[in-house]
Every structure is written in C-alpha cells, then in structure tokens.
C-alpha cells in the first residue's frame, strides 16, 4: 500500500507561485511514476506533470515552463513549482503514484491523494 499526502496549496494572486509537495509513505521502492493532476470545477481531471524514478518527466500541454515537477527520494517527496500562476489554474491539486510502467493517462495511475486545493484571483 502505497499512502499520497499533498500540502502546500492556497490562495495567490495571478502572476504568483506556489510550491506542491506530496510526502509518500508506505511501500515506497514499489513505486514508478509519481505524478500531480488537477481538476477544475466541472472539468475532466487533467494532467500536470509526471516524473518517472530515473528522473524523466512529462508535462501538460502549455503548462512546462512554468510548471516543474521533482522529487526528493531521501524525503520521500515530490513537490510541484507553480510560476506566473493563473486564474485558470485554480483547481484541485492532485498527488498520484504509478507502480509500472510511465502512464498515459489518469486511470494508469494507481494510488491518489486526498488532493489540494489552489486558488488564482486575477
């Protein structure tokens, strides 16, 4: 089993950053592909940002550049930097963890977090 906590969201004016993090607990080596995703009021869950255990990554559409995803093994943690933030970033901030391979998609991840929330006031 495989326990996803995220921490860090807000409320923050556009142009602002924020900085994610999802602490990891359980059994951790069994983990491939850590992931955030976020959803908006009314809309499909989405990708943000992926990182694969060797360190590679992948990105949203539009959102790498401001986005950027890494992760810390020691503290078992992954964390998420938000530049030049958005009003239609808002939305639920999601940690994810993928046992194999490098998903494509949401349903190929396995464990999820509770989720939190980020606000952008333009």
């Known amino acids: 089993q495989v326990h996803l906590v995220e921490s860090g969201g807000g409320l923050v004016q556009a142009g602002g950053s924020l900085r994610l993090s999802c602490v990891v607990s359980?059994?951790?080596?069994?983990?491939?592909?850590m992931g955030w995703y976020r959803q908006a009021p009314g809309k499909e869950r989405e990708l943000v940002a992926g990182?694969?255990?060797?360190?590679?990554?992948n990105y949203g559409e539009s959102l790498k550049g401001r986005f950027t995803i890494s992760r810390d093994n020691a503290k078992n943690t992954v964390y998420l930097q938000m530049n030049g933030l958005k009003a239609e970033d808002t939305g639920i901030y999601y940690c994810?963890?993928?046992?194999?391979?490098?998903?494509?998609?949401?349903?190929?991840?396995?464990?999820w977090g509770q989720g939190t929330q980020v606000t952008v006031s333009s």
């Open positions: 994810a963890a993928a046992l194999t391979g490098f998903p494509n998609s949401r349903y190929e991840y396995d464990y």
């Open positions: 359980g059994s951790i080596s069994s983990i491939n592909v």
């Open positions: 990182i694969g255990s060797g360190g590679n990554t």
